[in-house]
């Protein structure tokens, strides 16, 4: 099957120890029971360290003061991959911050908006974000049936349809986000209207830095006021863009493609409450917009927890407008 993927995630390489904002730091770190089970049968010099960094019972790296993983060394370089090499990252360390959607005839691969690197290259990326074939992966198609076929085909157009909304810069991006709202049948003024800020303050696993910010976000009601400045109407197209390859082909039926754009959606108008809350403390916009999408993502996207809460919500969104 083919392997494809959008413009601005070519060339993508980890800052590694440049990083200002470590994979390797604040969360915990789960493994693989294959990599466990290799860590165990190790035997070579680098062994009573590699033991030594692995909670085998809990199944995940040991943490050293500011939740720092214990192979993170103090140039903020892994130990595993210096000592043994990349054949011993578990599969959280050797994806993340990637992601993959499986579909019948190709894997759509991504990275994550929680690495300051892709987060930059894609609030910088400036023409329309097309699809390209990387490689073929030599993996034979997947066999659907005829309803899973045509329901693979209405989440594509569905799909289409919601790029070529917000790749169209005719519009503004104003109108191009008030369109998205009549292609999944939703008001945007309820949708405004519901009270997003206390949702994301009540979101689990919030640092205290990302609810100060939320605190301060201007999450504005007013469907006509929101995204007013054209000079940052490229840099949400491609944001819009990331979203919507990422999350819309995951729905299982027609209320959750409505529900997931809903999300997406969802996610621009945090990114840009933030965004328009802190905006006057900078002098470099790009800067502060490539931030706060960073956070957003490791802070809400990253936790599955939090995805799924904000997804039960647009979904009362979705499913209401199914209704005769």
């Known amino acids: 099957m083919e392997v494809r993927t959008l413009g601005f995630f070519i060339g993508f390489k980890c800052a590694a120890a440049k990083c200002r904002h470590n994979c390797c730091t604040g969360w915990q770190i789960d493994i693989d029971d294959e990599t466990l089970k290799k860590y165990k049968k190790y035997k070579g010099e680098y062994g009573k360290t590699l033991l030594g960094g692995v909670d085998f019972k809990g199944k995940r790296f040991r943490t050293t003061d500011g939740k720092r993983c214990a192979f993170l060394n103090k140039d903020n370089l892994c130990d595993l991959i210096i000592n043994l090499g990349e054949d011993y990252l578990c599969d959280v360390c050797r994806e993340h911050p990637r992601y993959r959607n499986y579909l019948s005839d190709r894997v759509e691969y991504g990275v994550g908006i929680c690495c300051e690197e892709i987060a930059k290259a894609v609030i910088n990326y400036t023409p329309a974000a097309r699809t390209v074939t990387l490689c073929d992966d030599g993996e034979a198609p997947v066999s659907l ?5 045509e329901f693979e085909k209405t989440a594509l157009s569905f799909r289409e349809k919601a790029f070529g909304i917000f790749q169209n810069r005719d519009l503004s991006f104003n109108e191009r986000f008030n369109l998205a709202f009549d292609l999944c ?15 994301f303050l009540k979101l689990e696993r919030l640092g205290d830095g990302w609810r100060e910010r939320i605190e301060n976000a201007v999450f504005t009601a007013d ?3 929101v995204f007013p400045d ?19 082909v995951n729905a299982v039926d027609k209320t959750d493609l409505k529900s997931r754009l809903l999300f997406c959606v969802l996610s621009l108008y945090a990114i ?21 999408a960073r956070e957003y993502s490791a802070q809400v996207e990253y936790s599955d927890e939090n995805v799924n809460a904000l997804l039960d919500l647009t979904d009362r969104f979705s499913i209401a407008s199914d209704r005769p």
């Open 145 to 149: 049936s005829s309803e899973q076929r």
């Open 185 to 199: 049948g939703v008001s945007g003024r309820d949708f405004l209207a519901f009270g997003w800020k206390d949702v």
């Open 223 to 225: 469907l006509s006021t």
């Open 230 to 248: 054209s000079d940052y109407s490229v840099p949400f197209e491609q944001l819009a863009t990331y979203f919507i390859h990422r999350h819309v």
């Open 272 to 292: 840009d409450a933030v965004f328009t809350g802190e905006r006057a403390k900078t002098d470099d916009g790009k800067v502060l917009l490539a931030d706060v």
